[in-house]
């Protein structure tokens, strides 16, 4: 029986449930940690917190560990949400979860883990780690469909030295029936998804509440105006929906992409075709690098990079520059690589880190 004391991240989901209950069973004190990050308008409309926290204080009832809820909200406006709106300004398409992972998850929520008297802390995140500490890999999770490693990868040593991932081994399957099985009342939840603060409600009206709307024109690459945007925030490159120009089809019948923002002149462009060489690149800037070993992998390759979530890895060779930036060369054209997304790196299946898409 161990006598090491395990701060669970409990966020009222299934996987993080599990995870609460794997550690149970290994005979770690556990302690639950619900943790509130926005506050601004946390209606039951649009914010789930509410039900969230029921459903893990009725998660910790059942295990019969102790939970309290912490709130971060002010460490989240400072650190992650300033962020979003400054990156959305500048025209680019932030990844608030990523910096919600590096300075909430695991350095709030571990600084106040520590200070409960944990040896560790814990989430439901899908990855695993091998290592010692000090010299820790991230590796991905089995359950490829679910590997989460694209989002911690601007964790460093520090933080991966306190911490423990008891689903990485897991399919998700596995998880729910396991979920089931123990009476856990998260075990037919359905899985968060989108951007924590917004939830399910429209982005653009909650974009506007924060940064005003500066309406313009959306030009072809010849300069034709074929239509008006909303205001640049609004629009990503690669989207295809909500462009208002026809629908989505006009001229040759190809639908209509956003292929680039110029907030000089405030005008979108936009081409047909998911095919268009505007939509491609075969070699992509990165800036702002973390690398999870402390130091950053040799330059050459091949290694495998992942622009977006979900995407497979795409074999690349790296080389650095002046300023702190980093190349990356792909084999094949990549899709839509988009500004203020992440780049993140691996060596088949260790995640090494990344950078941000200049």
Known sequence: MSTETVVVGLSGGVDSSVAALLLKRRGYRVIGV?????????????????????????????????????????????????????????????????????????????????????????????ARLLGQAGARQLLKARDASKDQSYFLHRLNQQQLARTVFPLGEMPKREVRAL??????????????????????????????????????????????????????????????????????????????????????????????????????????EVQDLHWIGGSPPAAGGPYGAKTRYRQADASCAIEFSGGGRMSARFEHEQWAPTPGQYLVLYDGEVCLGGGVIV
């Open 34 to 126: 619900f943790m509130k990050n926005w506050e601004d308008d946390d209606s039951d409309e649009y914010c789930s917190s509410r039900q969230d926290l029921v459903d893990a204080v009725s998660v910790a009832e059942v295990l019969g560990i102790e939970i309290e809820a912490v709130n971060f909200a002010a460490e989240y406006r400072e650190r992650v949400f300033a962020h979003f709106l400054t990156e959305y300004r500048a025209g680019r398409t932030p990844n608030p979860d990523v910096l919600c992972n590096s300075e909430i998850k695991f350095k709030a929520f571990l600084d106040h883990a520590l200070r409960l008297g944990a040896d560790w802390i814990a989430t439901g995140h899908y």
């Open 179 to 284: 979920a089931e099985r123990e009476g856990l009342p998260t075990f037919a939840k359905k899985d968060s998804t989108g951007i924590c603060f917004i939830g399910e409600r429209p982005f653009r009206e909650f974009l506007s509440r924060y940064l005003p709307r500066h309406p313009g024109d959306i030009l072809t690459p010849e300069g034709k105006r074929v239509g008006r945007h909303e205001g640049l925030m609004y629009y990503t490159l690669g989207q295809r929906q909500g462009l208002g120009i026809g629908g989505t089809r006009a001229g040759d019948g190809s639908a209509w992409y956003v292929a680039g923002k110029d907030l000089a002149s405030n005008t979108l462009t936009v081409v047909q075709g998911h095919k268009h060489p505007l939509l491609t690149r075969r070699q992509i």
